[in-house]
């Protein structure tokens, strides 16, 4: 491939909007954990992430396989009526992919019984279908390094949060919040669907010659399904069994003590995560194959892992304050428990750092081999160690499984690298 000049690869503008989307993001997910646990508890806090996590299976099967797909082949494809067949296959396939799973969560939940309902299950089902619809444009737009577009598209995202805020600041159930959620997006993902339809060149009901000429793209595409069922369904099930694990061996409040800790260590791994996958991902998928890619890998690694560092340590060494801010007095953990879960958290930055090198590799198959060994590594021991759990047990054990994950992506990526052929490097 040639070589890209580092200009066209990520401007200024797209840089600052990346941070601009990650910010907002976090800014309206920080307000409304903080409206829920004033005007309810701890226990509101855990069983609200509970349910959205419902959200995150569903959707997150299309954006972390085929959208992610879309990004990377995106970036070294000029031709615009390529690309548009491009969207095309990529928006049938995503949403095809994550209506599939939602079916499967209908029919899961139909039996399920505990102390949240079975159709606030569903309602999130459907949720994470329509939020396909906006996260398909934002891969495209990424994958066109127009981060200054995606900046839009995230404001109007985080209107739909300050709206369940006010929602939940009167009183709203938490049934009342999940429909009010679904109704917002329904309203966004209209807007967004017929943007798409024109953006498509008319082209989502096609012709069959059009289809043939479609299929390729499907074909590639179809790749990165595996890899967003994996992640897309592991990641999001794992999360719900290890909340469940920990409410029946502590307590539902437990999990909302932790849950506020996982949220307040998101303003660095989220950030961390959007800057890997809004800057660098296009620029890994844009030099991989060159000798161009081994430093883009080590620029992202001191640009993101030394400010996350120095970020996690204030936060641990200001962990209650921080946590008394974001939620309030109630939520308090011990410091033994912050450290190793802050840590954690920083070996989980360090292992995305490889992981979206694979992703820019096409090692859809490693990719899925590696993700085994985090989320759902957590949640199997968890459950093995479930009789003698504490809180700061947990979080050792939330670091053991992430050092595992890190250890297989690092080897397998270099592994990778090694395998390249001379014409290649």
Known sequence: ??????????????????????????????????????SGDPTIVAQWAQVQSVVELVSTVALAGV?????VLITKMPDSNDTRRLLSAALRLGLGSSIAVALVVVLVTGIYRGEIGPD??????????????????????????QQQRMLGLALLSSAVLLMLAVCAWIGMSLRGLMLMQCMLLVAIGSVIWHYLYKLTGHKLSLSSGQRSDEAKYVHALWNFVPVGLAIGIMSPVSMLLIRAILADSLSWSDVGY?????RSTDWVTATAAGTMSLVYLPRFSATYG?????QEMMHAGSVVLIPAAILLFIIYHNQRT????????RFAISDATAALFILGSWIRIASWLFLFGLFSAHRTRLIIAGEVLSLP?????LWLFADSMTLEKAALLYLASYLAYLSFNAVV???SLRDMTPVQR
């Open 1 to 38: 491939m040639g070589q890209c000049d580092e200009a066209e690869l990520t401007s200024i503008q797209s840089v600052l909007a990346a941070f601009g989307i990650i910010l907002i993001d976090l800014s309206g997910r920080a307000g409304l954990d903080k409206v829920l646990a004033i």
């Open 67 to 71: 959208l992610q797909g879309l990004t």
């Open 120 to 145: 606030l299950f569903m309602m999130a089902a459907l949720t994470g279908c329509i939020a396909v619809i906006p996260a398909t444009l934002n891969a495209y737009w990424l994958g066109k390094h």
């Open 258 to 262: 932790l849950q506020a800790l996982w």
């Open 290 to 294: 060159s000798s161009r890619f081994k």
């Open 322 to 329: 921080m946590l008394a801010t974001l939620y309030d007095n």
């Open 377 to 381: 590594l957590l949640a199997l021991l």
């Open 413 to 415: 990526l270099l592994y």
